[in-house]
């Protein structure tokens, strides 16, 4: 009869709770562990090494063996291990967004043209030279670091302001997408039109700014760059609600009470503003913002943003500082170029990950 | 009779494109659902159900008249209002990773928590019990994606239910399903419109189901014309085969199904009775026969021999036997042979 549950039935319901969607507050502190760790190694590992612990004495305001050492961390690695786990988190957040309003995997926080808008920015203040003889930024007035950046941050911007003009007219997210696309290749096509008629010189300097660096960031700039991300993460925290419905798609979201158009608008703002900073500071860094979300949601086996926000910020600092440390190749004055260790060391990574936890199947039924 | 939940004032609905001229699916609808009412919306594919079903969540706007929930006008409320008196179960698939049947059913709490998303200790007790009240709770701990269609359906339906609505509005929940799985969602979705309350509308194209399921039909016919009442009366005033007449079915009014088979041709006497029988007659009437008694004229003539266990079957034709033969798929080739 039915009235009998068997007890082996009752025992088993009542030993195993209901599953808690919880805030993992473990899982969070050691991945903030990690990205002190990382952020410390990167403060002591370079050219010149310096001992950990007198590391910590300058941090702490103190006198270290050395006078020398001081200027190395507050001019040099500070600013530059500050840029490179604001870039990290940046990207690793942004990215997220991207492939939740999207349900893509394969996009990016660059899907909506951002970085090739930077780009075009750029381009035109490094190879305008070769027609004017003088550079827009010598018109400009401005120095020469500070206006790469300033180029590529009006050219992010407009790209962003353009998205999100789209983003109020366009119905569907997919449409959205093809746009984004369209506005990348339109700016790609504007690159290769002005390298083609550029000068050598001024080539090597616009190749040398895409192969993406955490060096180039000054303590003013970083007046800019840190209240940006800051605003563009406090923004991603604040949407995170509308992200987890959006997991069910446009319309179980909006039956659930989201207003999508309000939502896409905002998460397009926080993830072009990160993104565009990025790019406009430490030029177009790949994989970053594609791989750090797969490897938080495959971390932590879980789809709640309230978890996978501070996650993302926090693993994608973490690899952005190793992969500047790598990048150093600490002990030598070699310096590599910067994309291209992000994935020489990133995408085995991933893919180990990926493979080691069967998680591929599961995201956006890939 | 209790409390309308949702109703329409001279609904149009359609499509109004920003070039070219409207499209009008249906006019004039004026729709009525009760509190712990289950109303089942029919028809032919391309009639405009999902149009209609659209507009009533608020997915679509209306080209004209109205559409109330719970006595407010549709069109004046927010869309956090609306989700909090109706939820939908959508034919679309979930595509996420990662996620627990627990997480995706906590979603539906998504109009009732603050703006961090955090659970209260009730919206917790409205996730177990909607989890319980479809008989899920195993569920729970289970990733979406490795759920099948049967289980990941129950868990979409407690997660409508979690959010607590007066309306659930399903897209063809039975869809995918196979036939068990389909009476079982039926009698759940009757079971918690009893137990619950809440008025459930379904599109579906489950005729044989909505009609012993439903309290209402909502039967649109092609040309947007809307019947509704109680199954019994749909079929007995003739709207419900009317609206599904085609070629090559027929409905019987009798036992409430249709039957499907080309034009008949030949006539075949059919000599023998009991399962084997009944079966026999199935299978002669999809060859395209008219089955007609043992005393009555005809040119072939099925006699079944054997006992309901080995039955066979004898073919004769003119009076002469023609084959003797072991299983119906035999002897729907001999009729359906030319070489009679």
Redesign the interface.
């Given at each position: 009869m039915a009235k009998t549950i068997p007890p082996t039935i009752e025992s088993t319901?009542t030993a195993?709770p209901?599953?808690r969607?919880g805030l993992r507050p473990l899982a969070l502190a050691g991945m903030l562990g990690c990205m002190a760790l990382a952020f410390l190694l990167s403060l002591s590992f370079g050219s010149v090494q310096i001992p950990l612990e007198q590391v910590l004495t300058i941090l702490l305001g103190g006198q270290p063996d050395r006078a020398t050492w001081t200027t190395i961390v507050y001019d040099f690695r500070l600013p530059k291990a500050l840029t490179a786990a604001l870039a990290g988190a940046a990207l690793g957040v942004s990215g997220l967004q991207m492939q939740t309003l999207f349900?893509n995997p394969l996009a990016d926080p660059f899907v909506l043209g951002v970085s090739s808008g930077a780009s075009l920015g750029v381009a035109l203040v490094v190879l305008s030279v070769g027609v004017a003889n003088t550079t827009l930024l010598t018109v400009a007035g401005l120095p020469g670091n500070m206006s790469l950046a300033a180029a590529a941050s009006v050219g992010a911007g407009a790209v962003l302001i353009l998205a999100l003009a789209l983003a109020q007219r366009v119905q569907s997210s997919v449409t959205l997408l093809l746009l984004g696309l369209m506005i990348g290749y339109l700016a790609s096509a504007v690159v290769s039109l002005l390298l083609y008629f550029s000068i050598a010189e001024r080539i090597q300097a616009y190749v040398a700014w895409s192969f993406g660096s955490f060096g180039g960031v000054t303590w003013t700039q970083m007046r800019v760059l840190v209240p940006t991300i800051g605003f563009g993460l406090l923004l991603a925290l604040?949407l995170?609600?509308a992200l987890?419905?959006l997991?069910?798609?446009e319309?179980?979201a909006?039956?659930?009470?989201?207003?999508i158009r309000q939502a896409r608008i905002g998460i397009i703002a926080s993830s072009a503003m990160l993104a565009g900073s990025v790019t406009a500071f430490c030029g177009p860094i790949a994989f970053l913002g594609i791989a750090i979300p797969h490897l938080c949601?495959a971390l932590?086996?879980?789809?709640?943003h309230?978890v996978l926000v501070p996650a993302c910020a926090l693993v994608g600092a973490t690899a952005a500082l190793i992969a500047d440390l790598v990048a150093q190749a600490p002990g030598t004055n070699v310096v590599l170029p910067l994309n291209a260790v992000t994935a020489l060391i990133g995408a085995p990574t991933v893919v180990w990950v990926i493979l080691r936890r069967g998680?591929g199947?599961?995201?956006?039924?890939v | 009779m209790n409390a309308t939940v949702l109703a329409t004032e001279n609904l149009s609905i359609g499509y109004a494109p920003r070039r070219g001229p409207r499209r009008v699916i249906a006019a004039g609808l004026n729709l009525t659902l009760h509190a712990g009412e289950v109303a089942c919306l029919l028809g032919p594919n391309g009639v405009g159900k999902s149009t209609l079903l659209r507009t009533l969540v608020g997915m679509q706007p209306p080209l004209a008249g109205r559409v109330f929930l719970d006595g407010a006008d549709l069109a004046t409320l927010s869309v956090r209002e609306i989700a909090r008196r109706l939820s939908v179960v959508l034919t679309e698939r979930i595509e996420a990773g990662h996620l627990t049947a627990y997480a995706l059913v906590a979603l539906g709490r998504h109009p009732h928590t603050d703006w961090t998303g955090r659970l209260t200790p009730r919206d917790e007790e409205m996730v177990r019990w909607a989890l319980d009240a479809v008989d899920a709770v195993c569920l729970s701990a289970r990733l979406v994606h490795e759920l099948s269609d049967g289980e990941r359906q129950r868990v979409m339906v407690a997660r409508a239910l979690a959010q607590e609505p007066l309306v659930m509005a399903l897209d063809e929940p039975t869809a995918f399903l196979d036939l068990p799985r389909r009476v079982e969602m039926m009698r759940l979705l009757r079971r918690l419109a009893r137990e619950t309350d809440r008025a459930m509308l379904l599109s579906t194209h489950d005729l044989d189901l909505a009609l012993r399921a439903a309290d209402t039909l909502w039967l649109l016919a092609p040309g947007g014309v809307m019947h509704v009442g109680a199954p019994e009366d749909l079929v007995l005033g003739g709207a419900f085969e009317a609206t599904f007449a085609g070629d090559g079915i027929t409905f019987d009014r009798y036992q409430g199904h249709f039957h499907i088979h080309p034009p008949a041709r030949r006539r075949v006497a059919l000599i023998g009775d009991g399962l084997v029988g009944a079966w026999t007659a199935r299978a002669l009437e999809r060859a395209g026969c008219v089955v007609v008694a043992a005393n009555e004229p005809a040119l072939l003539r099925v006699v079944i021999g054997g006992d309901d266990r080995r039955p066979c079957w004898e073919v004769r034709a003119n009076g002469a036997t023609l084959q003797r033969v072991g299983s119906l798929r035999e002897v729907v080739a001999l009729v359906q042979g030319d070489h009679l």
């Amino acid at each position: 009869m039915a009235k009998t549950i068997p007890p082996t039935i009752e025992s088993t319901v009542t030993a195993s709770p209901w599953p808690r969607p919880g805030l993992r507050p473990l899982a969070l502190a050691g991945m903030l562990g990690c990205m002190a760790l990382a952020f410390l190694l990167s403060l002591s590992f370079g050219s010149v090494q310096i001992p950990l612990e007198q590391v910590l004495t300058i941090l702490l305001g103190g006198q270290p063996d050395r006078a020398t050492w001081t200027t190395i961390v507050y001019d040099f690695r500070l600013p530059k291990a500050l840029t490179a786990a604001l870039a990290g988190a940046a990207l690793g957040v942004s990215g997220l967004q991207m492939q939740t309003l999207f349900r893509n995997p394969l996009a990016d926080p660059f899907v909506l043209g951002v970085s090739s808008g930077a780009s075009l920015g750029v381009a035109l203040v490094v190879l305008s030279v070769g027609v004017a003889n003088t550079t827009l930024l010598t018109v400009a007035g401005l120095p020469g670091n500070m206006s790469l950046a300033a180029a590529a941050s009006v050219g992010a911007g407009a790209v962003l302001i353009l998205a999100l003009a789209l983003a109020q007219r366009v119905q569907s997210s997919v449409t959205l997408l093809l746009l984004g696309l369209m506005i990348g290749y339109l700016a790609s096509a504007v690159v290769s039109l002005l390298l083609y008629f550029s000068i050598a010189e001024r080539i090597q300097a616009y190749v040398a700014w895409s192969f993406g660096s955490f060096g180039g960031v000054t303590w003013t700039q970083m007046r800019v760059l840190v209240p940006t991300i800051g605003f563009g993460l406090l923004l991603a925290l604040a949407l995170t609600k509308a992200l987890n419905a959006l997991l069910l798609g446009e319309a179980y979201a909006r039956s659930m009470g989201v207003d999508i158009r309000q939502a896409r608008i905002g998460i397009i703002a926080s993830s072009a503003m990160l993104a565009g900073s990025v790019t406009a500071f430490c030029g177009p860094i790949a994989f970053l913002g594609i791989a750090i979300p797969h490897l938080c949601r495959a971390l932590l086996r879980s789809a709640d943003h309230r978890v996978l926000v501070p996650a993302c910020a926090l693993v994608g600092a973490t690899a952005a500082l190793i992969a500047d440390l790598v990048a150093q190749a600490p002990g030598t004055n070699v310096v590599l170029p910067l994309n291209a260790v992000t994935a020489l060391i990133g995408a085995p990574t991933v893919v180990w990950v990926i493979l080691r936890r069967g998680v591929g199947r599961g995201t956006f039924g890939v | 009779m209790n409390a309308t939940v949702l109703a329409t004032e001279n609904l149009s609905i359609g499509y109004a494109p920003r070039r070219g001229p409207r499209r009008v699916i249906a006019a004039g609808l004026n729709l009525t659902l009760h509190a712990g009412e289950v109303a089942c919306l029919l028809g032919p594919n391309g009639v405009g159900k999902s149009t209609l079903l659209r507009t009533l969540v608020g997915m679509q706007p209306p080209l004209a008249g109205r559409v109330f929930l719970d006595g407010a006008d549709l069109a004046t409320l927010s869309v956090r209002e609306i989700a909090r008196r109706l939820s939908v179960v959508l034919t679309e698939r979930i595509e996420a990773g990662h996620l627990t049947a627990y997480a995706l059913v906590a979603l539906g709490r998504h109009p009732h928590t603050d703006w961090t998303g955090r659970l209260t200790p009730r919206d917790e007790e409205m996730v177990r019990w909607a989890l319980d009240a479809v008989d899920a709770v195993c569920l729970s701990a289970r990733l979406v994606h490795e759920l099948s269609d049967g289980e990941r359906q129950r868990v979409m339906v407690a997660r409508a239910l979690a959010q607590e609505p007066l309306v659930m509005a399903l897209d063809e929940p039975t869809a995918f399903l196979d036939l068990p799985r389909r009476v079982e969602m039926m009698r759940l979705l009757r079971r918690l419109a009893r137990e619950t309350d809440r008025a459930m509308l379904l599109s579906t194209h489950d005729l044989d189901l909505a009609l012993r399921a439903a309290d209402t039909l909502w039967l649109l016919a092609p040309g947007g014309v809307m019947h509704v009442g109680a199954p019994e009366d749909l079929v007995l005033g003739g709207a419900f085969e009317a609206t599904f007449a085609g070629d090559g079915i027929t409905f019987d009014r009798y036992q409430g199904h249709f039957h499907i088979h080309p034009p008949a041709r030949r006539r075949v006497a059919l000599i023998g009775d009991g399962l084997v029988g009944a079966w026999t007659a199935r299978a002669l009437e999809r060859a395209g026969c008219v089955v007609v008694a043992a005393n009555e004229p005809a040119l072939l003539r099925v006699v079944i021999g054997g006992d309901d266990r080995r039955p066979c079957w004898e073919v004769r034709a003119n009076g002469a036997t023609l084959q003797r033969v072991g299983s119906l798929r035999e002897v729907v080739a001999l009729v359906q042979g030319d070489h009679l």
